[in-house]
Protein backbone atom coordinates (compact mmCIF):
# COMPACT_ATOMS: atom_id res chain seq x y z
CA UNK A 1 0.00 0.00 0.00
CA UNK A 2 2.58 2.41 1.25
CA UNK A 3 4.22 1.93 -2.91
CA UNK A 4 0.84 3.27 -4.09
CA UNK A 5 1.49 6.84 -1.92
CA UNK A 6 3.25 7.77 -5.27
CA UNK A 7 0.65 9.39 -7.31
CA UNK A 8 -0.16 11.47 -3.75
CA UNK A 9 3.55 12.23 -3.70
CA UNK A 10 3.17 13.19 -7.34
CA UNK A 11 0.93 16.36 -6.84
CA UNK A 12 3.57 17.68 -4.48
CA UNK A 13 5.71 17.71 -6.55
CA UNK A 14 4.30 19.13 -9.36
CA UNK A 15 3.43 22.17 -7.03
CA UNK A 16 6.73 22.89 -6.42
CA UNK A 17 6.99 22.85 -10.07
CA UNK A 18 4.35 25.71 -10.34
CA UNK A 19 6.06 27.14 -7.42
CA UNK A 20 9.06 27.35 -9.73
CA UNK A 21 7.06 28.44 -12.52
CA UNK A 22 6.51 32.09 -11.76
CA UNK A 23 9.74 32.59 -10.61
CA UNK A 24 10.89 31.59 -14.18
CA UNK A 25 9.77 34.27 -16.05
CA UNK A 26 7.27 36.38 -13.73
CA UNK A 27 5.22 35.60 -17.11
CA UNK A 28 2.47 33.35 -15.87
CA UNK A 29 0.83 35.74 -12.89
CA UNK A 30 0.31 38.09 -15.46
CA UNK A 31 -1.44 35.55 -17.35
CA UNK A 32 -3.82 35.33 -14.59
CA UNK A 33 -4.77 38.90 -14.61
CA UNK A 34 -5.07 39.27 -18.37
CA UNK A 35 -8.69 40.08 -19.63
CA UNK A 36 -9.14 38.72 -23.20
CA UNK A 37 -9.89 41.66 -25.93
CA UNK A 38 -13.29 41.33 -26.17
CA UNK A 39 -14.45 40.64 -22.87
CA UNK A 40 -12.55 43.27 -21.29
CA UNK A 41 -14.80 45.41 -24.53
CA UNK A 42 -18.16 43.74 -23.08
CA UNK A 43 -17.20 44.55 -19.59
CA UNK A 44 -17.06 47.93 -20.20
CA UNK A 45 -20.10 48.15 -22.59
CA UNK A 46 -21.76 46.39 -19.43
CA UNK A 47 -20.73 49.37 -16.82
CA UNK A 48 -21.97 51.47 -19.54
CA UNK A 49 -25.38 50.40 -19.87
CA UNK A 50 -25.27 50.36 -16.18
CA UNK A 51 -24.70 53.88 -15.91
CA UNK A 52 -27.13 55.55 -18.52
CA UNK A 53 -29.99 53.08 -16.72
CA UNK A 54 -29.10 54.69 -13.25
CA UNK A 55 -28.50 58.05 -14.72
CA UNK A 56 -31.80 57.48 -16.24
CA UNK A 57 -33.43 57.25 -13.26
CA UNK A 58 -31.72 60.41 -11.36
CA UNK A 59 -32.80 62.56 -14.30
CA UNK A 60 -36.32 60.67 -14.80
CA UNK A 61 -36.60 61.43 -10.93
CA UNK A 62 -35.04 64.58 -10.37
CA UNK A 63 -35.41 66.40 -13.58
CA UNK A 64 -38.48 65.16 -15.15
CA UNK A 65 -40.25 64.91 -11.92
CA UNK A 66 -41.72 61.12 -12.23
CA UNK A 67 -41.71 60.07 -8.82
CA UNK A 68 -44.39 57.90 -7.02
CA UNK A 69 -47.52 59.63 -5.82
CA UNK A 70 -47.49 60.98 -2.13
CA UNK A 71 -50.24 61.68 0.03
CA UNK A 72 -52.12 64.14 -1.83
CA UNK A 73 -52.87 61.73 -4.42
CA UNK A 74 -54.54 58.94 -1.78
CA UNK A 75 -58.00 58.88 -1.49
CA UNK A 76 -59.85 56.56 1.36
CA UNK A 77 -61.72 54.40 -0.90
CA UNK A 78 -64.94 54.21 1.07
CA UNK A 79 -65.50 58.00 1.03
CA UNK A 80 -65.17 57.77 -2.63
CA UNK A 81 -69.02 58.09 -3.47
CA UNK A 82 -68.96 60.86 -0.36
CA UNK A 83 -70.73 64.25 -0.80
CA UNK A 84 -67.93 66.78 -1.29
CA UNK A 85 -66.11 63.96 -2.73
CA UNK A 86 -64.89 65.18 -6.74
CA UNK A 87 -65.63 61.38 -6.93
CA UNK A 88 -69.37 61.26 -6.53
CA UNK A 89 -70.04 63.47 -9.36
CA UNK A 90 -66.95 62.73 -11.51
CA UNK A 91 -66.76 64.44 -15.23
CA UNK A 92 -65.08 66.92 -16.87
CA UNK A 93 -65.05 70.52 -16.07
CA UNK A 94 -63.32 73.58 -18.12
CA UNK A 95 -60.43 75.31 -15.92
CA UNK A 96 -59.77 77.98 -18.50
CA UNK A 97 -59.77 78.11 -22.18
CA UNK A 98 -58.14 74.77 -23.67
CA UNK A 99 -57.79 73.23 -20.53
CA UNK A 100 -59.73 71.30 -18.50
CA UNK A 101 -59.87 68.38 -15.92
CA UNK A 102 -61.95 65.24 -15.94
CA UNK A 103 -62.35 63.27 -12.67
CA UNK A 104 -63.19 59.02 -13.49
CA UNK A 105 -64.12 56.62 -11.17
CA UNK A 106 -64.05 52.96 -12.09
CA UNK A 107 -65.79 50.32 -10.41
CA UNK A 108 -66.44 46.67 -11.48
CA UNK A 109 -67.26 46.76 -14.34
CA UNK A 110 -67.32 50.21 -15.83
CA UNK A 111 -65.84 53.87 -15.96
CA UNK A 112 -68.02 57.08 -14.94
CA UNK A 113 -68.46 59.38 -16.63
CA UNK A 114 -68.99 56.97 -19.95
CA UNK A 115 -68.31 59.60 -22.21
CA UNK A 116 -67.20 63.31 -22.74
CA UNK A 117 -66.94 65.22 -25.82
CA UNK A 118 -63.72 67.80 -25.83
CA UNK A 119 -62.37 70.47 -28.16
CA UNK A 120 -59.41 69.65 -30.54
CA UNK A 121 -56.34 70.14 -28.60
CA UNK A 122 -57.89 70.29 -25.21
CA UNK A 123 -55.60 69.97 -22.51
CA UNK A 124 -57.31 67.35 -19.88
CA UNK A 125 -55.69 66.62 -16.83
CA UNK A 126 -57.06 63.36 -15.46
CA UNK A 127 -57.69 62.34 -12.09
CA UNK A 128 -58.78 58.33 -11.77
CA UNK A 129 -59.38 56.29 -8.74
CA UNK A 130 -61.19 52.89 -7.96
CA UNK A 131 -64.09 52.37 -5.42
CA UNK A 132 -63.66 48.69 -5.49
CA UNK A 133 -61.13 46.35 -7.17
CA UNK A 134 -57.54 47.00 -8.71
CA UNK A 135 -58.63 48.84 -12.47
CA UNK A 136 -56.65 49.74 -15.16
CA UNK A 137 -56.82 53.06 -17.44
CA UNK A 138 -55.93 53.09 -20.97
CA UNK A 139 -56.86 55.61 -23.58
CA UNK A 140 -56.43 54.53 -27.08
CA UNK A 141 -53.32 56.24 -29.51
CA UNK A 142 -52.04 58.08 -26.55
CA UNK A 143 -49.50 57.60 -23.96
CA UNK A 144 -52.22 57.44 -21.08
CA UNK A 145 -52.13 54.12 -19.36
CA UNK A 146 -52.04 53.87 -15.77
CA UNK A 147 -53.23 51.38 -13.04
CA UNK A 148 -56.02 52.33 -10.50
CA UNK A 149 -55.89 51.49 -7.58
CA UNK A 150 -58.05 51.62 -4.42
CA UNK A 151 -56.97 54.03 -2.03
CA UNK A 152 -55.13 56.08 -4.82
CA UNK A 153 -56.05 59.26 -7.59
CA UNK A 154 -53.92 58.65 -10.52
CA UNK A 155 -53.18 61.53 -11.97
CA UNK A 156 -52.48 62.11 -15.79
CA UNK A 157 -52.00 64.98 -18.55
CA UNK A 158 -52.81 64.47 -22.14
CA UNK A 159 -53.52 66.82 -25.36
CA UNK A 160 -55.18 65.86 -27.74
CA UNK A 161 -54.44 66.99 -31.09
CA UNK A 162 -56.41 64.41 -32.76
CA UNK A 163 -60.23 64.75 -33.71
CA UNK A 164 -62.04 61.70 -33.34
CA UNK A 165 -62.71 59.22 -30.75
CA UNK A 166 -60.82 57.36 -28.40
CA UNK A 167 -61.96 54.28 -26.02
CA UNK A 168 -60.57 54.10 -22.55
CA UNK A 169 -60.32 50.54 -21.87
CA UNK A 170 -59.32 48.74 -18.49
CA UNK A 171 -56.38 46.80 -18.93
CA UNK A 172 -56.60 44.91 -15.37
CA UNK A 173 -57.98 42.04 -14.72
CA UNK A 174 -61.09 42.79 -12.46
CA UNK A 175 -63.31 40.06 -12.65
CA UNK A 176 -66.60 38.30 -15.23
CA UNK A 177 -66.75 41.13 -16.99
CA UNK A 178 -63.89 43.19 -16.96
CA UNK A 179 -63.70 42.74 -21.10
CA UNK A 180 -66.76 44.80 -21.42
CA UNK A 181 -65.21 47.77 -18.59
CA UNK A 182 -64.83 50.75 -21.10
CA UNK A 183 -65.76 54.39 -22.09
CA UNK A 184 -65.00 56.67 -24.50
CA UNK A 185 -63.74 60.33 -25.70
CA UNK A 186 -65.19 62.11 -28.43
CA UNK A 187 -62.12 65.07 -29.66
CA UNK A 188 -64.44 67.42 -31.84
CA UNK A 189 -63.20 69.89 -34.42
CA UNK A 190 -63.28 73.25 -33.84
CA UNK A 191 -66.68 74.05 -36.01
CA UNK A 192 -68.00 71.32 -33.30
CA UNK A 193 -66.82 73.65 -30.90
CA UNK A 194 -68.45 76.40 -31.27
CA UNK A 195 -71.82 74.46 -31.83
CA UNK A 196 -70.98 73.55 -28.28
CA UNK A 197 -69.93 76.41 -27.12
CA UNK A 198 -73.63 78.16 -28.13
CA UNK A 199 -75.22 75.25 -26.53
CA UNK A 200 -73.85 76.83 -22.98
CU1 LIG B 1 -61.82 47.02 -14.66
CU2 LIG B 1 -60.74 45.26 -15.83
Keep these: ?10 PVVEEAQDQSAPVEGGLSEDAHLHIDKYESMWLKIAFI ?3 VFFLSVIVSSFAIGIQLPG ?7 TTVNDPGSPFAEPGLRELAPGKYEAYYRAQIWQFTPREIHVPLGAEVSFYVTSQDVMHGFKISDTNVNVMVIPGQVSTLKHTFDKPGEYKIICHEYCGQLHHTMYAQIFVDEPTEEVASGAQN
Design 1 to 10: MSEQTNPIED
Design 71 to 77: AYARIDP
Design 49 to 51: IMG
